[in-house]
């Protein structure tokens, strides 16, 4: 398809993330907060396993306008991946024992990384990246949906989202023009979205049970939890990714591509109203 071009910016940012308490930032609710605590456990591992994946091929790219998009989308996944760190270092600062999280996060990448040819990993990038980005747009084009989040994290959230928005299509077409094919990227995008549930919902479990007992209270069954996240994720009318279900599945059209959704008049409002409050400067790429 016609290449939508949306420049995609590295950019500095700063977060507080010892603004409030890393236990129930997110509408003061423990259940919820563990949640969004976990996805932050396991994305500086799955970001740096992108950029192993793209790096595979850095000396088959002889287009230099997707070398230069490949550069910006390593730049941006691994200032993500830093600020990423130092909201996982506060979760320790508070209390929290995340070390088993991790390892269990880098167990399971590790064994996609050790059983795929050096294609199949690149299409286990792109199927994230498109989970990523189809949750990205949920959450910017619904800003209202986070209203209860404290601000600095929901700020911290939605400029990780819109930035995976600018950068959504990279791997994409990589894996394209490298042959990668309508089979493969399928079978992947199945895999990965099977993995990454475990992968949030175990980080869940663990970060729960420990907030729990530092606020003296009992455990909530798995099935409160389950349904917590459900109305969390879908519920009415605020779910956080409602409206997924056919973005998600866009995937499994053989002419799919991700600007197919352009998504950047909701990329200039979020730049307009949140960028500017956090924003030190853009990264100059040279
Ligand atoms: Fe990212
Ligand atoms: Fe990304």
Request: hydrophobic share 40%; net charge negative; proline share 5%.
């Amino acid at each position: 398809m016609k290449h939508i071009v949306v420049p995609i910016i590295p950019r500095r940012m700063q977060f507080d993330f010892a603004c409030c308490s890393t236990l129930d930032w997110c509408g003061q609710d423990l259940i919820r907060t563990a949640y969004m605590n976990g996805v932050s456990l396991a994305l500086p591992i799955g970001e740096h396993f992108f950029i192993r994946s793209v790096r595979q091929f850095e000396d088959q790219v002889d287009d230099p306008v997707l070398q230069d998009e490949l550069k910006r989308f390593v730049a941006q996944e691994a200032i993500h991946s830093r600020q990423h760190q130092q909201y996982n270092e506060q979760l320790v600062k508070d209390g929290f024992e995340i070390a088993g999280i991790e390892a269990y996060v880098r167990h399971l990448l590790d064994e996609v990384w050790e059983q795929s040819t050096p294609l199949e990993r690149l299409a286990c990038t792109i199927a994230l990246e498109h989970l990523t980005h189809v949750m990205a747009d949920c959450i910017v084009g619904n800003r209202e949906r986070l209203r209860d989040w404290d601000p600095e994290f929901r700020a911290f959230w939605l400029w990780h989202a819109a930035e995976e928005i600018e950068h959504k299509a990279v791997c994409y077409d990589l894996f394209t023009r490298l042959g990668g094919t309508y089979r493969m990227r399928s079978r992947a995008l199945l895999t990965m979205s099977r993995r990454m549930m475990a992968v949030f919902w175990h980080g869940q479990q663990v970060l729960l049970a420990q907030a729990c007992a530092m606020r003296g209270i009992d455990v909530p069954s798995s099935g409160r939890v389950a349904r917590s996240n459900l109305d969390f994720m879908l519920g009415r009318p605020d779910g956080l990714l409602r409206g997924v279900e056919l973005p998600y599945l866009a995937w499994f059209r053989p002419s799919y591509h991700p600007w197919k959704q352009d998504n950047r008049k909701m990329l200039a409002s979020w730049q307009q109203e949140m960028l500017p409050l956090n924003h030190i400067s853009d990264v100059p790429m040279g």
